[in-house]
């Protein structure tokens, strides 16, 4: 049965008694100040379609592209609404209703959802392109000459954050098993990502070494399908089913302790396997198994008691502050263990951020589609950042990562980002280097 | 039904085309407040900038005849911000500015749209403190505050909202500008008119700027956890504190079906097998603090509390009392609707109205979550139901109507801090008796003569 508003159990429309406590962490009530750009007011334009009040009007669908499913209302409802089912489920409807349907829009939708994030081979593919244009000169010559003058608008703004890509991608620097040196305690499975795959490899590379330091053998396709999290969030639920039984096929949870994600995008939809095929009698019992054993990477290091490490990761101390991705934080509720790994690490200072988890404006596509209220919101970000004097931002998602780089560099800020993992992985490295007395 | 054309162009005249709604997906999401069950859709929404604005659109609903009904963040808990009819909703909340705080006289002026939390902490910069701290404190606004009388955890020690506004500016039903009250300590020229529109609930008139009365912050704080075995052991510690006396800012009571839901939401270990727990709270100079501390620690256990836990620092006081704070909404969790009374006794005879609603709830079949301001004698009885179900809310009526005859045997009050609104009118005449009652309506009539601010709000 197709996933709408109509046939989705009323009670969770229900679940939300309007009280408002959502209002004040939620971007774009902030901004507006309209009931309607906020999550009690969106729920109840989704229950007014639900009660055939409200047909699907493209204001509906408009507003529904206005909200950032940033997550935050679900931390503060205390009702413990469903706000992601409802977005989703709403984004759904919106699709089916073929009111957002355009050539264009179809056209690129149909690259990206469709073809690429369906398609590992393809996406590496595109990528290795893209890392040839950068690389070759090309895209200097491309810009100096100004010809991205030519792509529309919103492609033109969005240009100079087209991430690097990576000169290797996660399967040719991680072999498909991996053994720590000590005798393993674990087995675990390695999600790699999309994004992660073609601009962060190098991170993906640190979260392997930190499971190996930590005693765990770790596992890695090296082909790894996208977690249908794109898809989920933009209404095409059918193509995220189809990626989630691949998932589960590819790494069957009975075979690990834990299957570890590092983006905090995918997590929040790595763990929702179980709803996504509750009417599958094939795969609803392995979904099950795997949303259990999904655990974010800071999460499961903390849970397995990490080792400090016993060197610095760089020879200056470091300043850090710490920006919680919202799937991370609100989707994922995984807020302290980034926090505590980070503690660990000798010669890291971890100062708090104000606003440490409100959205970056990164969330997934919302750049493209909400430039406005995306800038709004980074700059506030970069702002917060910036006045925290740190010389380090940490943060655990590729679109933040991006999104925030591309703020930081834009206000002129030596802010360098970096992953918690990373500067863990650094660290351990450098115990094995000779230790100069003190 | 939407307003006519030619008043939509004259709103939009005074406020700015953006500022007037009438789009339904709009308009849609200002038909409710946070009260269960009240739902209705207004004609339109305005947003007025000032207070030039506010009374221009009033003259213009005046002058029209168009119902009024005024709006802060919409969290009230008695249907006060609901419309009625085609009305235009005044929403104020982009009125929110901090105008001044005066440390010399210890005064607060604000817009009616500031943020009630925002308040305090334009206070807390200059080492003052407004005390007020209605559940809805990071949400609401002061202006709603006003309108709604709003109380909070702190009732005990430090009042309610009407304990601290010494003046007002109040927009009239015919769009004149009257201003009530001013920074002076004494005042006694002529009636306390201010004190009428405090806890009027937009019937009379509409706040549209305030001034507080503040107090020096209190340097300490300390905050204490007693759990119970017995719903009664927690009410007899409340007594036995207060005859020793001490008055503790806060003495918060939640039973056992409350601390279960707090917890699944707050996760913050609070005991889920006890009956009752009491959150306590003193504040003031830190020797008077520790003294009293002690005193209320040493007085729970002697009633019978299994534990008493006493919060680290101010954090993890925080954290409780936040807790505390999501109690109604938390208890949505269970039910799809959330059915909130607001019963107020004498402190006295606080322990048989507990008695009486767990024993009403059992008799009609109905699950029922009680907490609230113990050293207030005000309980939040909250029903937990489904309105769909015709039979049940069938049941919740009953149990309501003999709740509301108790409280009222026992000396009470139908609401002592969420306003009558529309929730609690039916039984507003039993409370007050006809010449009370009548006294009332002939206010609001001299005042509103076309019943044209919130009609239908208090009484019909």
């Known amino acids: 049965m197709a996933h709408t508003l109509k046939n989705l159990d009323y009670s969770v429309l229900q679940q939300c008694m309007h009280c408002g406590m959502c209002l004040p962490t939620c971007p774009t009530y902030d901004t507006t100040k309209r009931e309607r750009n906020s999550p009690r007011g969106r729920i109840a334009l989704m229950r007014a379609v639900a009660d055939d009040e409200l047909a699907i009007t493209r204001e509906f669908a408009d507003e529904m592209s206005y909200c950032l499913g940033c997550l935050a209302c679900q931390t503060a409802c205390p009702a413990g609404v469903n706000y992601a089912e409802l977005f989703e489920t709403a984004r759904a409807d919106i699709e089916q209703s073929g009111i957002n349907h355009s050539l264009e829009r179809s056209f690129w939708r149909g690259l990206t959802l469709r073809a690429l994030f369906m398609n590992p081979r393809v996406l590496r593919g595109v990528g290795t392109l893209l890392r040839f244009y950068q690389r070759s000169g090309m895209e200097a010559l491309v810009r100096k000459l100004k010809l991205t003058a030519l792509l529309p608008a919103n492609l033109r703004r969005l240009e100079p954050q087209t991430p690097r890509i990576c000169s290797k991608f996660s399967h040719q620097l991680i072999a498909e098993t991996e053994q720590p040196s000590a005798p393993a305690k674990y087995r675990v499975a390695l999600l790699t990502g999309c994004v992660q795959d073609l601009a962060f490899s190098d991170i993906n590379r640190d979260t392997a070494d930190v499971l190996l330091v930590n005693g765990c053998t770790v596992h890695t396709p090296p082909v790894q399908s996208c977690c249908g999290s794109l898809h989920s969030h933009n209404g095409e639920t059918d193509l995220a089913v189809t990626l989630a039984r691949r998932m589960l096929d590819l790494m069957p949870p009975a075979e690990y302790d834990a299957i570890i994600t590092n983006a905090g995008g995918c997590g929040s939809h790595l763990r929702h396997y179980t709803h996504l095929l509750a009417d599958d009698p094939e795969y609803a019992d392995r979904a099950r198994a795997w949303d259990a054993k999904i655990r974010d990477i800071h999460e499961w290091l903390m849970e397995i008691g990490c080792r400090p490490p016993v060197a610095v990761p760089s020879a200056e101390p470091l300043t850090v502050t710490y920006h919680e991705s919202c799937h991370l934080a609100h989707g994922q509720k995984v807020t302290q263990p980034p926090r505590s790994l980070l503690r660990l690490i000798p010669g890291v200072k971890l100062i708090e951020l104000p606003e440490s988890n409100w959205c970056c404006g990164s969330a997934g596509v919302y750049s493209i589609t909400q430039p406005e209220q995306s800038a709004l919101l980074l700059d506030r970000k970069v702002q917060h950042i910036m006045a925290t004097g740190a010389q380090v931002l940490a943060t655990s998602n590729p679109g933040c990562h991006l999104q925030i780089a591309t703020g930081l560099l834009a206000a002129g800020s030596t802010v360098e980002l970096m992953q918690p993992v990373t500067l863990l992985a650094r660290a351990y490295r450098n115990e094995n280097l000779p230790q100069t007395s003190s | ?460």
Request: charged content about 20%.
């Open chain 2, 1 to 460: 039904m939407p307003l006519a054309d030619s008043i939509l162009t004259r709103l939009a005249d005074i406020v700015g085309t953006a500022n007037v709604l009438t789009k339904l997906e709009d308009i849609l999401p200002y038909g409710f407040d946070g009260t269960a069950t009240f739902k209705h859709r207004a004609g339109a929404v305005v947003f007025p900038q000032n207070t030039a604005q506010v009374a221009a659109c009033v003259k213009l609903a005046a002058e029209e005849k168009i119902p009024i009904v005024t709006r802060g963040s919409g969290t009230g808990l008695s249907g006060g911000s609901v419309p009625s009819g085609d009305c235009l909703v005044l929403c104020l909340v982009q009125m929110d500015a901090i105008l001044e705080v005066d440390p010399r006289n210890l005064t607060l002026r604000a817009q009616c749209g500031a943020i009630t939390i925002k308040v305090d902490e334009a206070a807390a910069v200059h080492g003052l403190f407004y005390p007020p701290d209605p559940g809805s404190i990071k949400i609401s606004t002061i202006g709603g505050n006003v309108a709604e009388n709003s109380g909070g955890l702190r009732g005990l020690k430090y009042g309610v909202t009407r304990d601290y506004v010494m003046g007002l500016e109040v927009v009239m039903p015919d769009g004149r500008i009257v201003r009530l009250g001013n920074a002076c300590v004494k005042d006694v020229a002529g009636y306390s008119m201010k004190d009428l529109f405090i806890g009027s609930e937009g019937t009379l008139g509409i706040v549209t700027e305030v001034l507080l009365k503040l107090l020096p912050r209190p340097a300490a704080r300390r905050t204490m956890l007693a759990t119970y075995d017995r719903m009664e052991s927690a009410a007899e510690t409340v007594s036995a504190i207060i005859a020793a006396k001490i008055i503790p800012c806060t003495l918060e009571f939640l039973d056992q079906m409350t601390i279960r839901c707090v917890e699944a939401y707050a996760k913050i270990g609070l005991p889920t097998d006890c009956a009752a727990l009491l959150l306590m709270e003193t504040d003031g100079h830190p020797a008077a603090v520790a003294d009293e501390a002690e005193q209320m620690a040493a007085i729970a256990k002697a009633h019978g509390a299994r534990e008493v836990k006493i919060a680290a620092d101010a954090a993890e006081s925080l954290q409780l009392a936040s807790a505390r704070r999501s109690a109604f909404s938390a208890l949505a969790r269970m039910r799809p609707t959330t059915i909130l009374e607001d019963v107020t006794v004498p402190r006295s005879e606080l322990a048989k109205l507990v008695a009486f609603i767990a024993e009403t709830a059992a008799r009609h079949r109905l699950q029922v979550g009680t907490f609230g301001h113990m050293g207030d004698g005000n309980l939040h009885p909250t029903f937990l139901t489904d309105e769909r179900d015709e039979a049940e809310m069938e049941r919740v009526h009953l149990a309501l109507n003999e709740i509301v005859a108790k409280t009222l045997e026992l000396g009470g009050t139908i609401t002592g801090e969420h306003g009558v609104g529309l929730a609690k009118k039916q039984w507003l005449r039993q409370q007050l008796g006809d010449d009370s009652f009548e006294l009332m309506r002939q206010i609001k009539h001299t005042l509103d003569p076309h019943g044209l601010l919130n009609p239908g709000k208090i009484f019909d």
